[in-house]
């Protein structure tokens, strides 16, 4: 499967439902690139418009990938190849399309429940049945905006655990979803 992902910091709202960009948690960068690499993902990005946002990233990227991280801890550096930056969603899925000969089907992320979502296990049926690429999307902030979900082909289920509080950090909703969609096995649980 061709999968892709992207956590977008733009444009999303926050909590008075007003577009924002969400500034970079460093934390991400390592935790959703290790994520990525461990479920195969072509290529992982951050999606920010901020510059000196994007020279942080790289700077992190370096340090690991050549810099001093690299002989400290090589297997964070294998987990950083996969990361890519873009300044706009629509650069991300453009790269997607250069790479790919095709535009990607979009996937997006809810964590609130809609009346038309596609569950887990649909999405990965209708992944492996073709060799279109995928790009799932996940949102910062208090979600993605409206012009992005409007993109979507496809919205998924929100992750919901058993009580009524429902606001997973990021980091873990996409490795709840890449286990959903690309762990092994999934068909068994499912």
């Given amino acids: 499967?061709?999968?892709?992902?992207?956590?977008?910091h733009h444009p999303v709202y926050n909590k008075n439902k007003r577009v924002i960009t969400t500034?970079?948690?460093?934390?991400?960068?390592?935790?959703?690139?290790?994520?990525?690499k461990?479920?195969?993902?072509?290529a992982f990005y951050l999606i920010t418009p901020i510059?000196?946002?994007?020279?942080?990233i790289e700077t992190i990227i370096r340090h690991w990938k050549t810099g001093y991280g690299s002989s400290y801890n090589p297997t964070r550096g294998i987990a950083l190849e996969s990361?890519?930056?873009s300044s706009t969603l629509g650069e991300c899925i453009e790269k997607i399309e250069t790479e790919e000969g095709e535009n990607p089907y979009i996937a997006?992320?809810?964590?609130?429940?809609?009346?038309d979502t596609t569950s887990y296990s649909e999405l990965r049926k209708e992944m492996a049945s073709?060799?279109?690429?995928?790009?799932?999307?996940?949102?910062t902030g208090w979600g993605l905006a409206g012009e992005v979900m409007e993109m979507a082909d496809r919205t998924l289920e929100p992750i919901c655990g058993p009580g009524e509080y429902n606001h997973l950090s990021v980091r873990a909703a996409i490795a709840i979803t890449l286990d959903r969609l690309l762990g092994k096995n999934r068909d068994q649980v499912l």
């Fill in 38 to 42: 461990t479920y195969d993902v072509k």
């Fill in 1 to 8: 499967m061709k999968v892709y992902c992207a956590l977008v």
């Fill in 83 to 85: 990361l890519r930056i």
């Fill in 108 to 115: 997006v992320t809810c964590a609130k429940a809609g009346t």
């Fill in 130 to 139: 073709g060799s279109a690429p995928w790009l799932i999307l996940f949102g």
């Fill in 23 to 36: 500034s970079i948690t460093t934390s991400n960068i390592h935790d959703i690139s290790r994520t990525a």
């Fill in 51 to 56: 510059v000196d946002q994007q020279l942080l």
